[in-house]
C-alpha cells in the first residue's frame, strides 16, 4: 500500500535509495490529480523514531534534483513531504505488530462476505497476516497488500503512546509551552513545487 498505481511504484523506486541514504524510510506515496497534479511523500526515520520537520526537507531537497532529472511527472506538480502523523497510515508488513492493542480502521481491496471496511483493536502480525478483532467480536486476518486502505485511530491511548516515544508534537495546553509558537497543522510538512511549464 505505499504505492497503488504504477506510476507510484516507478516513483517509490527512483525515492526509495534517496531516502534511505538519509536514515529515512516512505511510508506512503500518492499521486494527487487536479489542476495542478500534487506528489505527497510521507516518511519516517528508519525504526519509527521521532522524524522532524528537518528530516522531510531534507528529503524533500535531496529528492528534487533526482525527481528533475527522471521527470516522473511530466506536467508541474507539487512535491509535499511529510511525516505519518498520530492517526498514522499502516502501508507495510510490520506496522501493525508495532501497533498492537491500538484501534484500526482497515478498508479491503475486494470485499470479504460483501464488506469492506472493518474497525477494531490489532492483536498481532504473522506470516498470516494482521490480526484484528473487530468491533463485533469477530476477527478479521489479513496482509497488508490485501487492503487499500488502513489507519490508525486517533484515540487517547495512542496520544498516549505517542508521547511516551517522543512522537508526540507539543501541545498547547503542555506546561512550559507557552513560550514556544505552535503549528497547529495536523502533520509536520515541507512542501516544495516543481517549477516548468505545463506539458
Known sequence: MIALTEQERRILEIAAPVAERLGLEIVRLRVMGGRRPGLQIMTERTGGAPTSVEDCAKLSRALSPVFEEADPIKEAYVLEVSTPG??????????????????????????????????????????????????DETKLVAHVNEMSRASLVLTDALIDAARADGSLPPQLDEDGLEEFEIDETEDDTDTNEKTGDVT
Open 86 to 135: 498520530i492517526d498514522r497510515p499502516l502501508t507495510r508488513p510490520g506496522d501493525f505488530g508495532r501497533w498492537v492493542g491500538h484501534e484500526v480502521r482497515i478498508e479491503l481491496a475486494r470485499p470479504l462476505d460483501g464488506r469492506r471496511r472493518f474497525t477494531g483493536t490489532i492483536t498481532g502480525e504473522d506470516e498470516d497476516g494482521a490480526h484484528i478483532e473487530l468491533d
